[in-house]
T-cell receptor, first 114, second 114 residues
């Protein structure tokens, strides 16, 4: 029972490089989201998706792109990495079938931009 | 908009001490409320929840009571253990644009020393 799987767990990038953080879930959840976690700021929503082909911006979308071509996958792309994007990134998914449902999180990707 | 405010950390306690982590919320209507826990190096996982006023959520010796009159959902545990060392997040699901989202508090780091 894999749940939400994120890869890689750690990554170091140089300023200006691009990369994709992968997220996959096997629970058939409609809703998927990306957060970044920074000290003293809790979790901030970057982008989210309510189903295949549907994405929208969260609180801090600048510098990130997403797409949702399948229910299972929701990759996050950093177009041109900046030191300000050094953070821990979490992918989460949840069902929208019930009125209130919990979110399931991946183990996180620790990204350092130098 | 809907939000949660939780006490600043870090909180350092000796083993077997009593724990309280405060959380208050601002919301329209009567939302559900969650506590998530993040153990070192891991993603967030649901600890407990309450779906209506006066409900008490409980799990692993932790409890939280949804108090509408004080708009609070404080997390308590009577006797903490070293294994409870983690970051705790209060969370509030809310509806926006026809979809359910979640807003998180900034997190409170708990360190329990033997």
């Amino acid at each position: 029972n894999a749940g939400v799987t994120q890869t890689p767990k750690f990554q170091v990038l140089k300023t200006g490089q691009s990369m994709t953080l992968q997220c996959a879930q096997d629970m058939n959840h409609e809703y998927m989201s990306w957060y970044r976690q920074d000290p003293g700021m809790g979790l901030r929503l970057i982008h989210y998706s309510v189903g295949a082909g549907i994405t929208d911006q969260g609180e801090v979308p600048n510098g990130y792109n997403v797409s949702r071509s399948t229910t299972e996958d929701f990759p996050l792309r950093l177009l041109s990495a900046a030191p300000s994007q050094t953070s821990v990134y979490f992918c989460a998914s949840k069902s929208t079938q019930a009125r209130i449902t919990e979110a399931f999180f991946g183990q996180g990707t620790r990204l350092t931009v130098v | 908009g809907d939000s949660v405010t939780q006490m600043e950390g870090p909180v350092t306690l000796s083993e077997e001490a009593f724990l309280t982590i405060n959380c208050t919320y601002t919301a329209t209507g009567y939302p559900s409320l969650f506590w998530y826990v993040q153990y070192p190096g891991e993603g967030l996982q649901l600890l407990l929840k309450a779906t209506k006023a006066d409900d008490k959520g409980s799990n692993k010796g932790f409890e939280a009571t949804y108090r509408k009159e004080t708009t609070s959902f404080h997390l308590e545990k009577g006797s903490v253990q070293v294994s409870d060392s983690a970051v705790y997040f209060c969370a509030l699901p809310f509806n926006s644009g026809g979809y359910q989202k979640v807003t998180f508090g900034t997190g409170t780091k708990l360190q329990v020393i033997p």
